[in-house]
């Protein structure tokens, strides 16, 4: 067999192979309290810690709290992605912390 034609038929081989080595995002549940996986906060405040949401995942969070017209996010030292938003009407200060905790700001 020829180089050329062993190379190819490696390159069939490999494009031809199952990709299986993808990563699976972190499930929360019983056995993950990190992450807030409730409709609920479960704290009233931001908690502090290396949060792992990128911006428009925080956006979505802060969507699915009921907010609108999110604006200006930015992740301050404490891990809290803090901004504007709009709810019922009114512009307030929101925070997502690392838990998903959607928060105004007090």
Do not use: C
């Amino acid at each position: 067999m020829s180089r050329l034609t062993m190379l190819a038929a490696a390159l069939l081989l490999l494009g031809s192979a199952p990709v299986s080595a993808q990563s699976q995002p972190a499930q929360s549940g019983p056995g993950n309290n990190a992450v807030n996986s409730s409709d609920h906060n479960n704290s009233n405040a931001p908690v502090a810690g290396r949060n792992s949401f990128t911006e428009g995942q925080a956006k979505s969070k802060i969507e699915g709290a009921g907010y609108s017209n999110v604006s200006g996010l930015q992740k301050d030292d404490n891990g809290v992605w803090r901004g504007k938003a709009d709810k019922a009407g009114t512009k307030a200060d929101v925070s997502v912390d690392f838990q998903g905790n959607v928060n105004p700001a007090k």
